[in-house]
């Protein structure tokens, strides 16, 4: 069996950062593999810009940020598995891919996965009405539309107010379609407000908050959807329905992270984030094998994402150079409006260490205060805090010292 | 006059306040510089980034991205998309390779190779 150092599976912003990442600190034996013909994952059908801001400083699109790390993996000489799909990673670390040249079987003494997420379907939703055709998922609209130049539709309803939804009512206006409206079930949109501003209010969208698609009408295309506003209880209200015509609907209705091979590997997950419970390296609980990206955690910005990746590169590198670090490891808790918090294991490292987070609501002014039991180790204040917007904390290395007890993160507004 | 305006530079996307005092606009609620200057943009000439495609003619079903250098008024973004549908490129195409001159100030620049 062929053996290589590191494996990386999927070459999306994650995968290469990681790949990068543990290349300059020392392992050059890393291999890449992709079920696509190419690097980047969804950032090549991401063509609009806001790319790279916070990490290379500059306003990019999505292939003009894939390409950045493409060079660098090209650089190196990063040996690129193309088309070539994992099938099964084992705990002892063995990968199975499928690929043009028959199955593949590696050994490799670390393994990141980087496999991104999928979106949500209409089948796991539930909406009343016939199949027709003109339903698809926003993402799946963006690439016959970016990549293969289909126009989907003339008159538009998207049901999701996450930035992929917000991006294509963007992209389906220039192209010359009429979107009717933007539907979110909560009574707060998920996308960041810049994308509200640039995408919906600059093209005259409606959003209808607290609303919902309640029928599908169409037998062999789509003819139109039945709005709704919905109660407490996400129940459509019978006298707000509202028939609106339409040829296209588009769903954008959250992403769930790929992590069929994980759960196959036996890793234990994180049932909030769906995706591994991992260490401030991005270690999961099977020694050797990380997680980084859209598989750990569904970010929002492609930035963090290279960074999450460039921490578990750096990881996987040491691991293999000067093996496990010792130090023990404390858990991490969310708190009061906090909904998870990444890493769900910190060791004491001698490192600081950045926590990631989400909260469970919008919120105005807020103070985040994370805890060790009587212990404060850190307090951040911001402005205004919203779940469709991830917050990292710093904990200063010397602050984790002393802790024994769970770290908690938790928000208290101001 | 007050209006309220997002910062749309960053994902921070920070609420701005813009109000006329004495002939000039102040602005409130910024957290840098760029946020004034695209709030005072803003109330003036608002600007965007136009990001489309245009076909490859000689690649079947294929589309390369292309962005707009700089960003055109925001009244035009229709008049450039109306121009990328009348145009085509023939591939290979590079990352900064110029499509249109002239358009609106500033030029079209492919965003993705295409071998
Ligand atoms: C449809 C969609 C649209 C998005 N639009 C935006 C946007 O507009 N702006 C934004 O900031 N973020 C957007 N995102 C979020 C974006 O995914 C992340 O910012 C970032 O691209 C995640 O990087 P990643 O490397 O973790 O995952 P991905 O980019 O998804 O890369 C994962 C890679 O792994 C490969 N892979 C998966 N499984 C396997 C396997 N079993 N074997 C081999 N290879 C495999 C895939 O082919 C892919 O190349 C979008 C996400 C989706 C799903
Ligand atoms: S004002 Fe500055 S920090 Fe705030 S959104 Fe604009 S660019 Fe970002």
Redesign the pocket.
């Known amino acids: 069996m062929e053996k290589h150092a590191i494996i990386v599976?999927?070459?999306?912003?994650?995968?290469m950062a990681a790949a990068i990442a543990a290349y300059d600190r020392g392992v050059t034996d890393v291999v890449i593999?992709?079920?696509?013909p190419h690097l980047?994952?969804?950032?090549m059908?991401?063509i609009?810009n806001?790319?790279g801001l916070h990490k290379l400083g500059q306003e990019l699109t999505?292939p003009e940020y894939a390409a950045v790390y493409e060079k660098k993996v090209m650089e190196r000489g990063i040996k690129v598995y193309y088309e070539?799909?994992?099938t099964h990673v084992s705990p002892d670390k063995v990968v199975t891919?499928q690929s043009r040249q028959g199955i593949l079987k590696f050994q490799a003494d670390a393994v990141i996965l980087?496999?991104?997420?999928?979106?949500r379907s209409r089948g796991a939703l539930n909406i009343c009405g016939s199949r027709p055709a003109g339903v698809y998922s926003?993402?799946t609209a963006?690439k016959l539309m970016n990549c293969e130049g289909y126009m989907v539709g003339k008159k538009v309803v998207i049901l999701g107010s996450g930035?992929?939804g917000l991006?294509m009512a963007r992209r389906m206006s220039l192209e010359g379609a009429k979107v009717e409206a933007v539907c979110e079930l909560m009574p707060y949109s998920g996308g960041l407000t810049r994308n509200i501003v640039q995408c919906l209010e600059d093209f005259g969208i409606p959003l209808y908050l607290s609303t919902t698609v309640a029928q599908i009408h169409g037998e062999k295309r789509l003819e139109g959807v039945t709005i709704a506003q919905v109660d407490e209880r996400r129940q459509p209200i019978e006298e707000t329905k509202r028939y609106i015509p339409c040829d296209t609907l588009l769903l954008s209705v959250g992403?769930i992270p790929?992590n069929e091979?994980t759960r196959a590997c036996g890793i234990p997950m994180d049932p909030i984030t769906n995706g591994a419970l991992v260490d401030d390296i991005c270690q999961t609980q099977i020694p050797g094998i990380f997680a980084c990206?859209?598989?750990l955690q569904v970010?929002?910005?492609?930035d963090y994402?290279s960074e999450e990746a460039e921490r578990a590169g750096i990881g996987a590198a040491e691991l293999i150079l000067n093996g496990a670090a010792s130090g023990e490891a404390i858990p991490t808790k969310p708190g009061n409006g906090v909904r998870y918090v990444i890493p769900q294991n910190v060791r004491k490292t001698g490192n600081d260490v950045s926590l990631f987070l989400r909260v469970t609501q919008p919120f105005g002014k807020v103070k985040f205060t994370v805890t060790a039991g009587d212990q404060v180790l850190a307090v951040a204040k911001r402005l205004k805090a919203a779940p469709g917007e991830m917050e990292k904390i710093t904990v200063k290395a010397n602050m984790l010292e002393n802790v024994t007890e769970p770290i908690v993160v938790a928000l208290e507004e101001l | 006059m007050e209006r309220n305006i997002t910062c749309i530079i960053c994902p921070r996307g920070c609420p701005m306040t813009v109000k006329e005092e004495a002939g000039k606009l102040v602005v409130t609620g910024f957290t840098c510089p760029k946020g004034e200057k695209y709030a005072i943009d803003e109330c003036t000439n608002p600007v965007r980034t136009v990001t489309s495609t245009v076909r490859v003619s000689n690649r079947k079903d294929t589309m390369v991205s292309v962005k707009t250098a700089a960003p055109v008024p925001k009244g035009k973004m229709m008049d450039v998309m109306a121009l990328l549908r009348k145009t085509a490129v023939e591939a290979p195409v590079s990352i900064g390779q110029v499509v249109l001159t002239d358009v609106f100030g500033t030029e079209v620049v492919i965003t993705k190779a295409v071998d």
């Not at chain 1, 599976?9 to 995968?15: E, R, S």
């Open positions: 599976v999927g070459g999306g912003p994650a995968g593999l992709d079920r696509e980047g994952g969804i950032l059908q991401c609009h806001g790319f999505g070539a799909t994992v891919a980087a496999m991104g997420c999928r979106e926003a993402g963006q930035d992929i991006i992403l790929e091979l990206g859209n598989v970010h929002d910005l492609v994402v």
